[in-house]
């Protein structure tokens, strides 16, 4: 197999569904509609933002907008802001659409080779039939994904996963790296170089879907004992034959991170990857509080997600917010203001022992060649993560 | 309700539109689609034409199986790129044009070469 260089083609792997020339070429085609997108039709919104719509919103009001609400009520009627958002959510569509192909032509024999694991596995797959699928879940399907995370189309279905992983690529516009890894690989490295003595034993993922940012604390901890948990069945029968096909050890188990039964203690070190903005907030805080009592003294929680929108500008806070109301994540814009500190505190932390910061993007060589900015439809181009977390 | 072995193709949740009239939205997506489609005809024929040069008449199978190199995945995202560009050039038109200062009404420009800059009366 040759390895794909960075920021182009992704990394393949025998769990990753098999596309005939023309699906690969439709997808290609999505990836490249998106980062046109990006290049070329993102910063026009800005502008039209300060040549038309704030001149406009000064001169009615004697004052520039404050608040992303009122920049959001000028900016709807623009037209350039209506054909971005309808080329975006176009966007979108076309991407699930164009990785649904594959796996719908040929579901039956995808889903027996996700199922045939070899004989001497090294991680694990602990299904529960009997778990819930959270409401969170399935009020909407988040960010457009026909079915979501948990819908299951046939029995011992693993089709959501597959999508789901070829999509990620097409999301990020190959910005997370060949294996997707960005964010996970990013924590890593900062647990390196600013924990340089931590050696966690025992390691957990909240909400991990297909585990792509699971696989580099198995190899960057290879001593450690990893386990990755998610509420939906059919990213996990994909992230256990993924994470074995990549020959890295993960235990996964179907799971709900506000109430898992791992005991009391029983990690150093707990984490998860944009899960966050897909709760509601009664769930993050649930969620806080059980990495509290998950985590043994000294033990480290790190959750990471796109910055906050304290202290931002209220046109990017404005387009930053487009996923909520256009893409499927209703969490999205509540959990980007949440109080960090109050968060901690009432889950029972240290509210002093908490971080948050930005950390870089371990894909650094990309870094040059992306928007270096946080914008709707770039997701990864900001070249940093933003993560949230406490030292029990 | 779906469809045993069936992936559902609609995202549960209200379709956002935004235009004033969403057929305005449909047809985007609609040109969208098209434009994604006669993409993928253009990678088809390159793979056709680049195969032909390599064996002077390629087997269907050789076709399906094709895969880019580094070199020629990168001509054809040059490609898509140029491509949208000009599928996408209305997008980009009034921005490059507040941009350039190049925002004059027409009916000034019209003024200008018939009555030396002076607006035309308004006929009631």
Same mark, same amino acid.
């Given at each position: /197999?040759?390895?794909?260089?960075?920021?182009?083609?992704?990394?393949?792997?025998? %769990?990753?569904?098999?596309?005939?020339?023309?699906?690969?070429?439709?997808?290609?085609?999505?990836?490249?509609? $998106?980062?046109?997108?990006?290049?070329?039709?993102?910063?026009?919104?800005?502008?039209?933002?300060?040549?038309?719509? $704030? *001149?406009?919103?000064?001169?009615?009001?004697?004052?520039?907008?404050?608040?992303?609400?009122? =920049?959001?009520?000028? /900016?709807?009627?623009?037209?350039?802001?209506? /054909?971005?958002?309808?080329?975006?959510?176009?966007?979108?569509? /076309?991407?699930?659409?164009?990785?649904? @192909?594959?796996?719908?032509?040929?579901?039956?024999?995808?889903?027996?080779?996700? %199922?045939?694991?070899?004989?001497?596995?090294?991680?694990?797959?602990?299904?529960?039939?009997?778990?819930?699928?959270? $409401?969170?879940?399935?009020?909407?399907? @988040?960010?457009?994904?026909?079915?979501?995370?948990?819908?299951?189309?046939?029995?011992?279905?693993?089709?959501?996963?597959?999508?789901?992983?070829?999509?990620?690529?097409?999301? %990020?516009?190959?910005?997370?790296? *060949?294996?997707?890894?960005?964010?996970?690989?990013? @924590? =890593?490295?900062?647990?390196?170089?600013?924990?340089?003595?931590?050696?966690?034993?025992?390691?957990?993922?909240?909400?991990?879907?297909?585990?792509?940012?699971?696989?580099?604390?198995?190899?960057?901890?290879?001593?450690?004992?990893?386990?990755?948990?998610?509420?939906?069945?059919?990213?996990?029968?994909?992230?256990?034959?993924?994470?074995?096909?990549?020959?890295?050890?993960?235990?996964?188990?179907?799971?709900?991170?506000?109430?898992?039964?791992?005991?009391?203690?029983?990690?150093?070190?707990?984490?998860?990857? +944009?899960?966050?903005?897909?709760?509601?907030?009664?769930?993050?805080?649930?969620?806080?509080?059980?990495?509290?009592?998950?985590?043994?003294?000294?033990?480290?929680? =790190?959750?990471?997600?796109? *910055?906050?929108?304290?202290?931002?500008?209220?046109?990017?806070?404005?387009?930053?917010?487009?996923?909520?109301?256009?893409?499927?994540? *209703?969490?999205?814009?509540?959990?980007?203001?949440?109080?960090?500190?109050?968060?901690?505190?009432?889950?029972?932390?240290?509210?002093?022992?908490?971080?948050?910061?930005? +950390?870089?993007?371990?894909?650094? @060589?990309?870094?040059?060649?992306?928007?270096? $900015?946080?914008?709707?439809?770039?997701?990864?181009?900001?070249?940093?993560?933003? +993560?949230?977390?406490?030292?029990? | 309700?779906?469809?045993?072995?069936?992936?559902?193709?609609?995202?549960?949740?209200?379709?956002?539109?935004?235009?004033?009239?969403?057929?305005?939205?449909?047809?985007?997506?609609?040109?969208?689609?098209?434009?994604? !489609?006669?993409?993928?005809?253009?990678?088809?024929?390159?793979?056709?034409?680049?195969?032909?040069?390599?064996?002077?008449?390629?087997?269907?199978?050789?076709?399906?199986?094709?895969?880019?190199?580094?070199?020629?995945?990168?001509?054809?995202?040059?490609?898509?790129?140029?491509?949208?560009? !000009?599928?996408?050039?209305?997008? !980009?038109? !009034?921005? &490059?044009?507040?941009?350039?200062?190049?925002?004059?009404?027409? &009916?000034?420009?019209?003024?200008?070469? &018939?009555?030396?800059?002076?607006?035309?009366?308004?006929?009631?």
């Amino acid at each position: /197999m040759n390895m794909p260089t960075e920021n182009q083609a992704q990394a393949e792997h025998r %769990a990753l569904p098999p596309t005939t020339h023309d699906e690969y070429a439709r997808q290609e085609f999505v990836r490249s509609f $998106k980062e046109h997108l990006v290049k070329h039709v993102h910063g026009g919104n800005r502008a039209v933002y300060e040549a038309k719509v $704030k *001149p406009a919103f000064q001169q009615q009001h004697q004052r520039a907008p404050q608040t992303r609400f009122e =920049v959001r009520d000028a /900016m709807v009627r623009e037209p350039h802001y209506q /054909m971005f958002s309808t080329l975006l959510r176009t966007s979108q569509e /076309m991407m699930w659409s164009s990785c649904q @192909i594959p796996v719908q032509r040929n579901l039956t024999a995808l889903n027996q080779a996700i %199922a045939k694991r070899p004989k001497k596995a090294r991680g694990s797959l602990t299904l529960d039939a009997a778990l819930e699928t959270p $409401k969170y879940h399935t009020a909407v399907d @988040i960010h457009c994904q026909p079915g979501g995370y948990h819908t299951e189309f046939v029995a011992e279905d693993a089709s959501a996963g597959m999508v789901y992983d070829r999509a990620v690529y097409l999301y %990020a516009m190959g910005q997370m790296g *060949p294996y997707n890894n960005d964010i996970g690989a990013s @924590i =890593v490295s900062w647990l390196q170089q600013q924990h340089p003595t931590f050696k966690p034993r025992r390691i957990l993922d909240l909400g991990c879907s297909v585990g792509h940012s699971t696989v580099p604390y198995a190899q960057a901890f290879p001593k450690a004992e990893i386990h990755a948990i998610d509420v939906a069945a059919p990213m996990l029968r994909y992230a256990h034959a993924r994470a074995e096909d990549l020959g890295v050890r993960v235990h996964y188990s179907q799971q709900n991170a506000e109430r898992t039964n791992f005991a009391d203690g029983s990690f150093d070190l707990v984490v998860s990857h +944009i899960l966050l903005h897909e709760t509601s907030q009664t769930a993050l805080q649930n969620i806080v509080q059980e990495c509290h009592r998950l985590l043994g003294a000294g033990g480290l929680m =790190v959750h990471a997600e796109t *910055p906050p929108y304290k202290g931002m500008d209220p046109f990017d806070a404005f387009l930053l917010d487009w996923d909520t109301r256009n893409n499927n994540e *209703p969490f999205w814009a509540r959990s980007h203001e949440v109080d960090l500190r109050a968060l901690s505190r009432q889950a029972g932390f240290d509210p002093d022992l908490k971080f948050e910061e930005l +950390i870089p993007s371990a894909f650094q @060589i990309a870094k040059a060649q992306r928007s270096n $900015k946080f914008q709707g439809g770039d997701f990864g181009g900001g070249g940093l993560w933003f +993560i949230y977390g406490n030292r029990k | 309700m779906s469809t045993p072995g069936k992936l559902k193709r609609k995202a549960k949740g209200e379709r956002p539109y935004f235009f004033d009239d969403p057929n305005i939205d449909r047809v985007v997506s609609m040109v969208m689609g098209l434009a994604g !489609e006669v993409a993928v005809l253009h990678d088809r024929l390159d793979t056709l034409e680049r195969l032909v040069a390599q064996h002077g008449g390629p087997a269907r199978a050789a076709l399906d199986t094709y895969r880019p190199d580094a070199t020629v995945a990168a001509s054809r995202a040059a490609w898509r790129e140029s491509f949208l560009g !000009e599928v996408l050039r209305i997008v !980009e038109i !009034e921005v &490059e044009a507040m941009s350039s200062g190049d925002t004059q009404p027409y &009916e000034q420009a019209i003024a200008a070469v &018939e009555n030396n800059g002076r607006a035309r009366r308004q006929k009631k």
